[in-house]
């Protein structure tokens, strides 16, 4: 073991007490260096149909020679001695529950290949929006629907794409964002000219792309405020959020090679949303801070979320392995200044080296270019509230995934950092790698990204000795264990060898890819990697990464609904391999997602009204049960805004029948004063309330199968419709009919004294009238009858 691997081994308890303590914190005192803004040109602006209808010329050809030549960015000088030897980031032997099965493959569709552009490497590159993908390549960009069809909107070369900025020059290194808060696809590219190029961009007129949509285009010299004069910016990365665009570039001498120093530009979003003039500020010679920081291929970072304030990037150290830098943006969108390095130690990491890979003859190794990262990314976490930054990169490790020189092996680390607007810390990081001692596989080229419910996926290329050079995807669920990565899943399996005859001592491989959310749903992740898809040719694949299922809806309160009823059930589901129930929310002050939790009740008949998400397992649904539903059990849908649905294995709600009229039947008559027995009948086990009404008057209320007495006063005489309404009054029974009578009394008297003899017939008028306010009692005592009025 060397001193340096002596000593660092040595301070790894040490590391571990500090990560206890909130992972690895930044150094830096974060106080702003403020930038120029500069005010460049407006914007060009064309129809899909317009750039469609223009066919590239032969001028720009010339450039795919050169850009081969171009050397990679120089290697670092020293290693971190506090960076562990551990493959993950907290460091545990995971010896719990094996990882849940992350993400699984969807859709997946050839998006470019080498005889669509004649480029070498293709630079893989993609974007979603609400519903449509986007491939780019070095030399063809292509539009497709979600499920991979391939649309009319654009297909075209991105020479004739940029034609109307680059000039006589070529395109290279493309790199493409679907922005969700603003609702447009940017595209950032460079010019190939040996000296003094320019970084263009393209911006979309909208969310969708078709022939009548159109694009504005702009471009701004590397060096317009004199700053790197004369060098060639290379291999612009980029990140877009609320206020700005952040590319970063590696300066050469030339655009044959030559390193000279990093830059990072901060594109002032409302320039180019407004139609220009574009407003850029540059920040130069990242790669050194004076204090033996620097960032190595500065890495724009990506955030949609609104609220946001600050832009980032992030590299690895130009000068120490085992440690990443952060610079911060503060006023991105006025005049933006950035941060003293805020650095971060890491495990252990060490260059990459060219990755084998089977081949029908003797030939090249793939290029892994070096350790720099690929794509950086800050989404929030919809269940925590948290915002965290996902990036990764292609490093060497040994059989245990140990980032070392001479490990014999690349592997994928990634990692996930907190605490951005404060003390960067490093929460958690893993690698994905082979342990085989034979025929390792290596796993490189890789990109990560974390959606709202805190899964991670990652995309990679992958390839062996023995293993032609094909796609693997991996990941983890947001329950896993700290730093564990999941085992890659081998998304497309190439049969067919790569070797092309090149002027570089390597096949060129990469320079880079990409996985990214589908800003419909903040749960499908897409990845875009190449991988050897015919003999000696390249293909970048579309790959669609779908989330686990929700929750199984297991049991729902209330369980009983009455035919009319309107209610909140609340849904419980029960979890298992990471099924879940998720909504991505509201986002208050962004454009919010289109895909929202739904649900079903089945067998027709009840209405979901609406779904609210609480957690992942439970959700209330608001329902109306129409009158004319039938009765009997229903099972229960919950669809997850991707389209996963998760059925109740067995009826949970129950529809039940309404009361009705048993006693009195049609047409009754009831006399006033006399008691009259009345009952109610109705479907269903909850107790449930009714009240008796006589048309619209209630007289009194009953509850299920109870038993009531109807006794009729004076002013209740007439005719009358019985109905049985339940509390709520939404349900309502049968009608019967039901008269009520008063009784005579008597309007005519026998004289006082009248005397009649026995045996004797004797006539007495009553007269009857509706006086209710009189009842008649007819008396015998002796021989006398008495009346009493």
């Given at each position: 073991?060397?001193?340096?691997r002596?000593?660092?081994?040595?301070?790894t308890?040490?590391?571990?007490?500090?990560g206890?303590?909130?992972?690895?914190?930044?150094q830096?005192?974060g106080?702003g260096t403020p930038?120029?803004?500069w005010?460049?040109?407006v914007?060009?602006?064309?129809?899909v149909?317009?750039?469609m209808a223009r066919?590239?010329g032969d001028?720009?050809?010339s450039?795919?020679h050169?850009?081969?030549?171009?050397?990679?960015?120089?290697?670092h000088?020293?290693?971190?001695?506090f960076a562990?030897?551990?493959?993950q980031?907290?460091?545990g032997?995971?010896?719990?529950p094996?990882?849940l099965?992350p993400?699984?493959?969807?859709?997946?569709f050839l998006?470019?290949?080498?005889?669509e552009?004649?480029?070498?490497p293709p630079?893989s590159?993609?974007?979603?929006?609400?519903?449509?993908?986007a491939?780019?390549?070095?030399?063809r960009?292509?539009?497709f629907?979600?499920t991979g069809?391939?649309?009319?909107?654009?297909?075209?070369?991105t020479?004739?794409?940029?034609?109307?900025?680059r000039g006589?020059?070529?395109?290279?290194?493309?790199?493409?964002r679907?922005?969700?808060?603003?609702?447009?696809?940017f595209?950032?590219?460079?010019?190939?000219?040996?000296h003094?190029?320019?970084?263009?961009?393209?911006?979309?007129s909208?969310?969708?792309?078709?022939?009548?949509s159109?694009?504005?285009?702009f471009?701004f010299?590397?060096?317009?405020?004199?700053?790197?004069?004369?060098?060639?910016a290379d291999?612009?990365?980029?990140?877009?959020?609320?206020?700005?665009?952040?590319?970063?570039?590696?300066?050469?001498l030339?655009?044959?090679g030559?390193?000279?120093?990093?830059?990072?530009?901060?594109?002032?979003?409302?320039?180019?949303?407004?139609?220009?003039?574009?407003?850029?500020?540059?920040f130069r010679?990242l790669?050194?801070?004076g204090?033996?920081?620097?960032?190595?291929?500065?890495q724009?970072?990506?955030n949609d979320?609104?609220?946001?304030?600050?832009?980032y990037?992030?590299g690895v150290?130009?000068f120490?392995?085992?440690?990443?830098?952060?610079r911060?943006?503060?006023?991105p969108?006025g005049?933006?200044?950035i941060s003293?390095?805020?650095?971060?130690?890491?495990p252990?990491?060490?260059?990459?080296?060219?990755?084998a890979?089977?081949?029908?003859?003797?030939?090249?190794?793939?290029d892994?270019?070096?350790?720099?990262?690929?794509?950086?990314?800050?989404?929030k976490?919809?269940?925590?509230?948290?915002?965290?930054?996902?990036?990764a990169h292609?490093?060497?490790?040994?059989?245990?995934g140990?980032g070392?020189?001479?490990?014999?092996?690349?592997g994928?680390r990634?990692?996930?950092?907190?605490?951005?607007?404060?003390t960067p810390?490093?929460?958690?990081a893993?690698t994905?790698?082979?342990?085989?001692?034979l025929n390792a596989?290596?796993?490189?080229?890789?990109?990560?990204?974390?959606?709202?419910?805190g899964?991670?996926?990652?995309?990679?290329s992958?390839?062996?000795?023995?293993?032609f050079a094909?796609?693997?995807v991996?990941?983890?669920?947001r329950?896993?264990?700290?730093?564990?990565?999941q085992p890659?899943?081998l998304a497309?399996?190439?049969?067919?060898?790569?070797?092309?005859?090149?002027?570089?001592?390597?096949?060129?491989w990469?320079?880079?890819?990409q996985?990214v959310?589908d800003?419909?749903?903040?749960?499908?992740?897409?990845?875009?990697?190449e991988?050897?898809?015919?003999n000696n040719s390249?293909?970048?694949r579309?790959?669609?990464?779908k989330?686990?299922?929700p929750?199984?809806?297991a049991?729902i309160?209330p369980?009983?609904?009455?035919?009319?009823q309107?209610s909140?059930?609340i849904?419980?589901?029960?979890?298992?391999?990471?099924?879940?129930?998720f909504?991505p929310g509201?986002?208050p002050?962004g454009?919010?997602?289109?895909?929202?939790?739904?649900?079903?009740?089945n067998?027709?008949?009840?209405t979901v009204n609406s779904?609210?998400?609480?957690?992942?397992t439970n959700?209330?649904l608001?329902?109306?049960v129409?009158?004319?539903?039938?009765?009997?059990g229903?099972t229960i849908t919950v669809?997850?805004?991707?389209?996963?649905?998760?059925?109740?294995?067995?009826?949970?709600?129950?529809?039940?029948?309404?009361?009705?009229v048993?006693?009195?039947p049609?047409?009754?008559?009831?006399?006033?004063?006399?008691?009259?027995?009345?009952?109610?009948?109705?479907?269903?086990?909850?107790?449930?309330?009714?009240q008796?009404?006589f048309?619209?008057?209630?007289?009194?209320?009953?509850?299920?199968?109870s038993y009531t007495?109807?006794?009729?006063?004076?002013?209740?005489?007439?005719a009358?419709?019985?109905?049985i309404?339940?509390?709520l009054?939404?349900?309502?029974s049968?009608?019967?009919?039901?008269t009520i009578?008063?009784?005579p009394f008597i309007?005519?008297?026998?004289?006082?004294?009248q005397?009649?003899?026995?045996?004797?017939?004797?006539?007495?008028?009553?007269?009857a009238?509706?006086?209710?306010?009189?009842?008649?009692?007819?008396?015998?005592?002796?021989?006398?009858f008495?009346?009493?009025?």
């Amino acid at each position: 073991m060397s001193s340096a691997r002596l000593v660092r081994f040595c301070l790894t308890i040490l590391v571990t007490m500090i990560g206890a303590a909130g992972g690895f914190a930044a150094q830096g005192n974060g106080k702003g260096t403020p930038g120029t803004p500069w005010s460049g040109g407006v914007g060009i602006t064309e129809t899909v149909e317009q750039i469609m209808a223009r066919e590239e010329g032969d001028d720009a050809k010339s450039h795919e020679h050169e850009r081969r030549l171009r050397l990679h960015t120089g290697e670092h000088s020293q290693e971190n001695p506090f960076a562990p030897f551990v493959p993950q980031w907290p460091i545990g032997t995971n010896s719990g529950p094996a990882p849940l099965l992350p993400q699984v493959t969807g859709v997946s569709f050839l998006g470019a290949q080498l005889s669509e552009s004649a480029e070498v490497p293709p630079d893989s590159m993609g974007a979603v929006g609400p519903s449509q993908v986007a491939v780019i390549v070095n030399g063809r960009i292509k539009l497709f629907s979600k499920t991979g069809g391939s649309q009319s909107g654009l297909n075209t070369t991105t020479d004739a794409l940029f034609a109307s900025v680059r000039g006589a020059n070529g395109t290279s290194d493309p790199h493409m964002r679907y922005d969700r808060l603003s609702g447009r696809w940017f595209i950032v590219m460079i010019t190939i000219v040996k000296h003094s190029n320019s970084i263009l961009i393209a911006m979309s007129s909208g969310p969708t792309i078709t022939n009548g949509s159109s694009f504005t285009f702009f471009q701004f010299p590397q060096d317009f405020d004199g700053g790197d004069a004369g060098l060639f910016a290379d291999y612009p990365t980029l990140g877009v959020d609320k206020f700005a665009l952040y590319i970063g570039v590696n300066n050469f001498l030339s655009s044959t090679g030559g390193n000279a120093t990093r830059t990072g530009f901060v594109v002032r979003k409302s320039s180019l949303l407004a139609g220009g003039p574009i407003v850029v500020t540059s920040f130069r010679n990242l790669d050194d801070d004076g204090h033996g920081n620097g960032i190595k291929t500065p890495q724009g970072v990506d955030n949609d979320d609104p609220a946001a304030t600050e832009g980032y990037f992030i590299g690895v150290d130009s000068f120490t392995i085992g440690k990443l830098d952060i610079r911060r943006i503060s006023d991105p969108g006025g005049n933006p200044a950035i941060s003293s390095s805020l650095t971060l130690t890491v495990p252990s990491t060490a260059p990459p080296i060219p990755q084998a890979h089977k081949v029908d003859q003797l030939g090249k190794k793939l290029d892994a270019v070096s350790d720099r990262l690929f794509a950086a990314a800050l989404h929030k976490n919809k269940l925590t509230g948290a915002n965290t930054l996902c990036t990764a990169h292609n490093i060497e490790v040994d059989a245990t995934g140990v980032g070392v020189a001479g490990g014999g092996r690349n592997g994928s680390r990634w990692y996930e950092i907190g605490n951005l607007t404060t003390t960067p810390t490093l929460i958690q990081a893993g690698t994905l790698f082979d342990s085989a001692t034979l025929n390792a596989k290596g796993y490189w080229m890789p990109s990560v990204a974390i959606s709202g419910q805190g899964h991670m996926a990652l995309g990679c290329s992958y390839a062996a000795s023995n293993a032609f050079a094909g796609v693997a995807v991996s990941g983890r669920l947001r329950t896993d264990p700290s730093g564990a990565t999941q085992p890659a899943t081998l998304a497309i399996v190439s049969s067919t060898s790569y070797n092309l005859d090149e002027t570089d001592p390597l096949h060129r491989w990469g320079d880079f890819s990409q996985v990214v959310i589908d800003p419909s749903d903040d749960m499908t992740m897409w990845t875009f990697q190449e991988y050897c898809n015919a003999n000696n040719s390249w293909g970048v694949r579309a790959v669609q990464l779908k989330s686990p299922a929700p929750a199984t809806p297991a049991t729902i309160s209330p369980a009983s609904l009455m035919v009319g009823q309107s209610s909140d059930l609340i849904i419980t589901g029960t979890s298992s391999s990471g099924s879940e129930f998720f909504d991505p929310g509201s986002d208050p002050g962004g454009p919010g997602y289109p895909n929202h939790i739904s649900a079903a009740v089945n067998g027709g008949g009840v209405t979901v009204n609406s779904v609210t998400f609480s957690n992942i397992t439970n959700i209330i649904l608001n329902v109306t049960v129409a009158s004319d539903a039938i009765a009997g059990g229903r099972t229960i849908t919950v669809i997850n805004p991707d389209g996963h649905a998760a059925n109740s294995p067995s009826p949970l709600l129950t529809i039940t029948a309404p009361p009705s009229v048993t006693v009195p039947p049609q047409n009754q008559t009831v006399a006033q004063g006399v008691d009259t027995p009345l009952s109610v009948s109705a479907s269903g086990t909850a107790p449930l309330s009714y009240q008796w009404r006589f048309n619209a008057g209630a007289i009194a209320a009953a509850t299920n199968s109870s038993y009531t007495r109807l006794n009729p006063q004076c002013a209740d005489a007439g005719a009358y419709d019985v109905v049985i309404t339940n509390d709520l009054g939404s349900l309502t029974s049968s009608v019967a009919n039901l008269t009520i009578i008063s009784p005579p009394f008597i309007s005519a008297q026998p004289p006082a004294s009248q005397i009649v003899s026995a045996g004797q017939a004797a006539t007495f008028t009553v007269g009857a009238a509706n006086d209710c306010g009189h009842g008649l009692i007819v008396r015998q005592s002796a021989a006398r009858f008495d009346y009493i009025e």
